[in-house]
């Protein structure tokens, strides 16, 4: 009867496009029970049907040679939820992840939490999200072939996170499609610049330095245009020497600063809630 608990994360890190991401402090909980069939409790009635826990816990069973009959059927509780749904925040990893962990481990596959993470990023999409809230921390990570090829990296203590969660959903499908299909070679060059020298800047904890570092072009400018007060909030953060951008494909956004003075985005309380992180930790598992 595994308990596994799950960390949110903000993923397309600064310029860390599909490549670099962070696990934060709010924490889903799910516990996993042998069950004589498969339910699910503690969830919200729309997502009942078509569960990514549940789906991802079949799935991979399935994918390594169990029947429907032969794999262990389990009641999913989720009993604890602090990643906003729909908000850029790493919901759905966390969600496939749990799945996947806790079908690895009721049905004895003997897979490494490693493989587990190179499985559920194949589901995901995105194994900057998945292999930040598998292992904690900021993590960069690569696919060649069909191995997944990850590093983490160092955060100085110097620097303190908060988010800007938007009161509403976001419309995932839009804010993917709104991206293009190519970039200019400019845009390139501007952005592998900026990558290369952000892992030493983020372990040093050389603020000035980051300002100039995370500035994106590849997904911001074709975002920004679904993200509530976009621009308003670039102006806060700005007159506030504070660092902002999109977490995940949005709607929520990503704040980092050298105080942990996050005081003066209480201007945008009518559209967002603002809320102070940390970095997460892995997946716990009891």
């Keep these: 009867m595994p308990l596994i608990k799950v ?19 709010l924490y889903n909980k799910y516990e996993f029970t042998e069950s004589d069939r498969f339910s699910l ?31 262990k059927k389990v009641k999913v509780t989720l ?13 759905s990893a966390a969600c496939i ?11 004895e596959l003997h897979y490494t939490l490693s493989e587990v993470a190179a499985y559920a990023s194949r589901i995901e999409g995105h194994p900057d999200n998945v292999f930040s809230a598998m292992f904690g921390g900021l993590n960069a990570t690569f696919k060649q072939d069909n191995q997944y090829i990850n590093e983490k990296l160092k955060v100085s ?11 509403t959903k976001g419309n995932t499908e839009e804010l993917r499609e709104a991206l293009p299909s190519t970039v200019s070679l400019e845009d390139t060059v501007f952005h592998l ?8 800047a983020l372990a040093s904890g050389d603020f000035s330095k980051l300002k100039y ?25 700005e007159n506030s020497d504070v660092i902002s951008f999109i977490s995940g494909s949005g709607p929520s956004i990503s704040l980092v600063s050298d105080n942990a003075d996050f005081s003066t985005f209480s201007v945008l309380s009518d559209t967002f809630k603002l809320v102070p992180v940390k970095i997460g930790e892995g997946v716990v598992i009891k």
Excluded: W
């Excluded at 903000?10 to 402090?25: E, I, Q, R, Y």
């Excluded at 919200?44 to 169990?66: I, R």
């Excluded at 203590?157 to 009161?167: E, R, Y």
């Design 213 to 237: 570092l995370i500035q994106d072009k590849l997904h911001e400018q074709y975002r920004k245009n679904s993200i509530p007060n976009y621009d308003f909030v670039k102006q806060v953060a």
């Design 7 to 25: 960390a949110a994360t903000t993923s397309n890190f600064a310029v860390g496009f599909d490549a670099l991401g962070m696990a934060l402090n």
């Design 41 to 71: 409790a503690g969830f919200d009635l729309e997502y009942l049907a078509n569960n990514l826990v549940l789906e991802s816990y079949k799935n991979f069973c399935l994918d390594n040679g169990l029947t429907l009959k032969q794999m």
């Design 193 to 200: 610049g900026r990558t290369i020298q952000l892992p030493s």
């Design 157 to 167: 203590n110097k620097l303190s996170f908060a988010l800007l969660i938007p009161n």
């Design 97 to 107: 992840v749990a799945g996947v962990i806790a079908a690895n481990l009721m049905n």
């Design 79 to 91: 009993l604890n939820q602090e990643i906003p749904i729909e908000r850029g925040l790493g919901s």
